[in-house]
């Protein structure tokens, strides 16, 4: 279908600028961009102003992930401007930015009776709810897949539209105009974006986006460490000087603070007691609100100052009274007893299912704990509530559903909830729930002043849900050769995901979800269980348990556990058959060179032994979508602890459009990943989780992490996330390590569990 003029126009803007639709849609959404008097709107993307200054709008919440500067990085480079003259928008709630990518791969949540139905990224029913739900849900590494293509194409109708400006200016044909570095150039004239915008914006449409023949990429084998960036990340100078805003840093007029204290997880709760008297003589105390977040109750202190509504809540001594309250003794029973008397669901076979069915002669039980998210940042947000309007600064992985929890807490429609985004200091997808936009909606209310309410280091840890405790039995039957023949992994977990979406999609309590998905089959709560290497009898049974502790998602999902028991299950099948673990891997790896290549480069880069006794050295490999790693880990321990020396690490992840934000996406998830294999986890008792500072779960301190050496493989396969790979195979390898260098084999996430 070609694009015209009619269709892809929305309207006049602020200041004379028409803004360019570039997208092919069913329905008409109001242009999200608002431009100053200087600027004209290209799009849903871009503006330009008078100046030349470039502003890209990013519909991904900015995390630490560096979206901020990927995306304008694509439309630099596809509209030709100078890096030097980008600026960066976050870009309001629009089904103009729906991600139906991550829609289509979250089908199992929001439509779990037929998933395969909205599978498809391109299918109409996918886009219509994506739009419908304004589903700009950052999560799952999606930010490439889903707004690559429409911001080059915003790029390329916007580049072309000032080159026709150009070329009218000079009486020549368009097509033989340039355009590079802000500049439009025939010959030796030359225009600066800014000085053709106006009349650009007012010119007809090219038939169809002239796309650059290439899209951006870095090539990683020119790349010279510690050299100067072509792209520099966009928001590291604010955050280095502190100029970078986030929502503790919001300040309004005659604001409010405050503190929270939340009753602890169980199946409902209330207040039962609260010394009120102990805090009226405080300065600066205001009151007490008393609410509920689904089935926890909760009451804060409003005060001057957030210290003050702190003590004043420490003092008034807060109890709540509860009913079946979680316990992990009765959460691990739960598991046990689901994966050994259970039905299971199938969620994947191949080969000849007789062959996998019944005793195989090598079975082995892995397990998980729940495992917490320890973000630096602690949740936050700001609330104004004036004239029936709701004004909300958050920052959130799903701002529509945000929106929607803060006008249910209030009795607002969510077209009453003004949402501004803003950056999260650290998230690990913590913040895909925001029961504190509910929370300070209420506050502000009650208060008729704009409040901030900040979560203490304690009630992050209490009220936040971990990702899912696991217990898997693996099963294989080795082949006449030494190989594997069969496999079978049977996994008891609750429906983990569709309990999450029940709550996200829903609205739904943390008990409702849990009893709505009990007995479900859950595939996103096994993803990366199908094993990656080619062995013809596979089964990959789902045991549905029920526990009583809610969970949600955490960086790496299901590939946190799945690549622990795949890796350490095939390190252990290579120890059985005498062979070692590398060359037992590449033997089965098929017709899979890309991740045949990652093993050998990480080898040769870890100068690999072969993982003799006493080596210390361990290895995993792990597939993520189109992305592929092979990492080697070099650990021991001694009487201090576990110490890992070094993380040799080799990466596939198709084209790399920024190399430096992806390096710093792997490096990061290595170290995420360290704290997963060795803490960041926690016992429950009556409800509250052990260890609520971040110094009682056992993180890694900068002085103990490893050196991390990378190396990138050239891949012209389509782009691929880097963020959720480091996380998969840390674990794995290290556990593998450690045999290496004791004879311990450890099948306990976190690592020597009952050490901590």
């Known amino acids: 279908m070609a694009l015209t003029r009619r269709g892809v126009l929305i309207g006049a803007l602020a200041g004379g600028g028409l803004a360019v639709g570039w997208m092919l849609r069913p329905r008409s959404f109001p242009l999200p961009l608002q431009p100053s008097e200087d600027e004209r709107a290209f799009g849903a993307w871009i503006k330009i102003a008078q100046d030349g200054v470039v502003t890209v709008a990013v519909p991904q919440v900015e995390m630490g992930q560096g979206v901020t500067t990927l995306l304008p990085q694509i439309v630099a480079y596809e509209l030709g401007c100078d890096w030097r003259q980008v600026a960066v928008e976050p870009a309001p709630v629009s089904a103009l930015y729906a991600n139906t990518v991550l829609a289509a791969k979250w089908s199992e949540m929001w439509m779990p009776l037929a998933p395969r139905l909205v599978e498809d990224p391109q299918d109409l029913l996918t886009r219509r709810w994506a739009q419908d739900n304004r589903f700009n849900v950052t999560a799952d590494g999606t930010a490439l897949a889903a707004y690559e293509q429409p911001a080059r194409e915003a790029a390329a109708v916007a580049r072309a539209l000032l080159m026709q400006a150009a070329a009218a200016r000079w009486d020549v044909a368009w097509e033989e105009c340039e355009v590079d570095r802000g500049l439009v150039t025939h010959g030796d004239k030359r225009f600066g974006f800014g000085a053709l915008a106006a009349e650009a914006a007012l010119l007809d449409l090219p038939l169809a986006p002239p796309l650059r023949p290439e899209p951006m990429s870095e090539n990683p084998g020119s790349s010279v460490p510690g050299g ?38 169980a199946g409902s709760s209330a207040l039962d007691s609260i010394r009120e008297d102990a805090a009226r003589a405080m300065r600066g105390y205001q009151r007490i609100v008393k609410g509920s977040s689904g089935d926890t109750a909760w009451v804060a202190a409003l005060a001057q100052d957030w210290w003050t509504a702190e003590t004043a809540l420490a003092r008034m001594l807060p109890r709540f009274s509860y009913s079946e309250p979680v316990e992990s003794l009765a959460v691990d029973s739960a598991l046990d007893d689901a994966l050994r008397n259970s039905s299971a669901e199938r969620l994947f076979g191949k080969g000849e299912m007789d062959l996998v069915s019944g005793g195989l002669p090598v079975q082995i039980r892995y397990e998980v704990s729940p495992a917490l998210h320890a973000t630096i940042e602690t949740a936050s947000a700001t609330a104004r509530l004036e004239n029936g309007v709701l004004e909300l600064w958050i920052g959130t992985q799903s701002p529509e559903t945000t929106r929607a929890e803060a006008a249910r807490a209030i009795g607002l429609d969510p077209a009453q909830v003004v949402l501004y985004p803003m950056a999260i200091g650290g998230s690990f997808d913590r913040r895909l729930e925001c029961t504190i936009a509910g929370q300070v909606a209420l506050l502000a209310r009650e208060a008729g002043k704009p409040v901030q309410l900040t979560w203490s280091r304690s009630e992050e840890q209490r009220a936040s849900y971990p990702r899912t405790p696991v217990v898997a039995v ?27 979406g029940r709550r996200l999609f829903g609205g739904e309590s943390a008990a409702g979800a849990i009893d709505a998905v009990a007995g479900d089959a859950d595939p996103l709560a096994l993803e990366g269980a199908v094993p990656v290497y080619d062995i013809p009898h596979v089964e990959i049974d789902h045991v549905p348990a029920r526990i009583t502790l809610p969970t949600t998602r955490l960086r790496g999902n299901a590939h946190g556990y799945t690549a622990f028991f795949n890796e350490c299950f095939v390190d252990e099948l290579a120890a059985r058959a005498g062979r070692e673990p590398l060359s037992f891997r590449m033997a089965m790896l098929g017709e899979d060179t890309r991740l045949a290549t ?3 480069r990480a080898a040769a880069l870890a100068q690999w032994d072969g993982g003799v006794d006493q080596s210390g050295q361990g290895l995993a490999c792990h597939m993520i979508g189109a992305g592929r790693i092979a990492l080697i880990a070099t650990a021991r321990r001694d009487t201090s602890g576990v110490r890992v020396e070094k993380l040799s690490a080799a990466v596939d992840i198709g ?23 060795l803490g960041c986890s926690g016992r429950y008792v009556r409800g509250r989780v052990e260890g609520q500072t971040l110094g009682a779960m056992t993180l890694p301190r900068i002085s103990e992490c490893p050196q991390v050496e990378i190396e990138f493989i050239s891949s012209e396969a389509e782009p691929a996330d880097p963020g959720e790979l480091g996380v998969a195979v840390v674990a794995p390898a290290i556990a593998n390590a450690l045999h290496s260098a004791t004879g311990y084999r450890a099948r306990h996430l976190p690592l020597f569990a009952e050490d901590l």
């Open 598 to 600: 990652c093993l050998q």
């Open 474 to 500: 693996m099963a294989a039957r080795p082949d006449t050769e030494g190989g594997i023949g069969a496999w079978r992994a049977r996994v008891a977990v609750p429906a983990s995901a569709r309990e999450f």
């Open 228 to 265: 100067a960036l072509a792209y520099p990340r966009l928001d590291l100078p604010a955050k280095v000087d502190g100029s970078w805003t986030f929502v503790g840093d919001v300040r309004l007029p005659d604001m409010l603070y405050a503190s929270i204290r939340h009753a602890p997880l």
């Open 655 to 677: 084209r790399i459009v920024n190399l430096d934000i992806a390096r710093q996406q792997i490096e990061g998830g290595l170290v995420f990943g360290l704290g997963l294999a």
